[in-house]
């Protein structure tokens, strides 16, 4: 029997090959420094990391039943991550991204393909499990589903958590339904058309947020609440590979808000969790457990900075 789950992240996975370069080669070759695969994806990824920090966990998604599809399912398993929900489309091909990193700045570049497996339906949504969560994350994939999902989750009173990375008029419409949009910059700017982070941030609220925010890497993030426009540093750290933080960092966040913690000291979670991410190669491999992000806050100046000490 399916265990319930407090978290169900619902969206992208997909197979990543990712390699630390000493620089992006064009029309060029180099040799690689290191490589590794595992499994990404945006909500998938969350997923992993909502888990590691000891949270009960469920992915909702699609993939095909080539072997990608496979390493994907078995690697969330191995995670103690649910996948009761996510599907194995019969004929059908899993997505697939290849990622380069550069060794000295940790800047990467990303090519990927979608997989022929099929979106989710309303109908293919586990809406029991959305219902008896106290968290929903959607990454703006699996659109129908995703809708459905929220849908059903603001109904039942479950906190519904949007990560905003790329904009689409589609994703007006969603953000509608979420009471917490965690955007990128990328998403920022082309939300309101010029680089404002503060002006989007308002738009977001405006939106219907009760909680906006939008992510800056080393720039830290800007928050609005019904409380006022909040500013958070960076957790500054010794950077190989950035593959991957904004998923971390949502999942972090997802784990506060499932466990009541006030927006603060949340943020500030969820940007040391994705900041530790950040010292190894790939999206999965650096995530923390909780004893080592605690650790890391207790001795971080700016943490306690941030008035959370």
Known sequence: MTQQADIVMLGFCGWDYLAIVPRIPIDDKVQLIESLEQGGGPAA??????????ARTAFLGKVGDDPRGGNIVAELRREGVDVSGLLVEEGATS???FCWIEQNTGKRSIAWQKGSARDLTPKEVPLDLVRGAKVLHLDGH??????AAAEEARHAGVTVSLDAGSYSP??????KRCQVV??????ARDLIGRDDPEAAVRQIARCGAEVAVITRGARGCICLTADGLLRKQAFPVEVVDTTGAGDVFHGAFCVALAEGW?????????????ALKCLRLGGRTGIPRRDTVMEFLRKSTVWQCNGCA
């Open 142 to 147: 699996q659109a129908e589903g995703a809708s």
């Open 45 to 54: 990824t969350a997923a992993v990391t909502a888990a590691r920090l000891g």
């Open 95 to 97: 997505s697939t991204a």
């Open 170 to 175: 589609r994703m007006d419409g969603l953000m």
């Open 262 to 274: 006030p927006v603060e000291r949340a943020l500030d979670f969820a940007g040391a969790t994705a």
């Open 182 to 187: 965690i955007a990128s910059e990328v998403f």
